[in-house]
């Protein structure tokens, strides 16, 4: 069974970078579509920001849209996440997801999710 988890979150001051990585076991991530969500204190799962196809292909969600970047190292069965010119509106808990890729938006209903890691950008 897949197994995700995310490591690399940290505080940071805004216009700063960080980069999440999701590492997976179980399985491996190659014919998987894999997403970054986020929940910010008090607000719904937002998402996904993006996700990554096993074809290469990439979606953003404009609220990130070149800030993020979504990369994946199959030899290293792990998705990264680069967030650059972050904002304190980016503060939440990031989680990555991975599901079956039948070419069609995000499966949330039938992911894998991992444990999250937090992100706070702030002075």
């Known amino acids: 069974q897949l197994q995700l988890v995310e490591s690399g979150g940290g505080l940071v001051q805004p216009g700063g970078s960080l980069r999440l990585s999701c590492a997976a076991s179980?399985?491996?991530?190659?014919?998987?579509?894999i997403g970054w969500f986020r929940q910010a204190p008090g607000k719904e799962r937002e998402g996904p920001l993006c996700?990554?196809?096993?074809?290469?292909?990439?979606y953003y969600r404009d609220s990130v849209k070149g800030r993020f970047t979504i990369s994946r190292d199959n030899a290293k069965n792990t998705v990264y996440l680069q967030m650059n010119s972050l904002k304190p509106e980016d503060t939440a808990v990031y989680y990555c997801a991975a599901g079956p890729d039948y070419g069609l938006g995000f499966p949330v209903d039938s992911a894998s999710w991992g444990q999250g890691t937090q992100v706070t950008v702030s002075i």
């Open positions: 996700f990554s196809r096993s074809d290469g292909s990439t």
């Open positions: 179980g399985d491996t991530l190659e014919y998987f579509v």
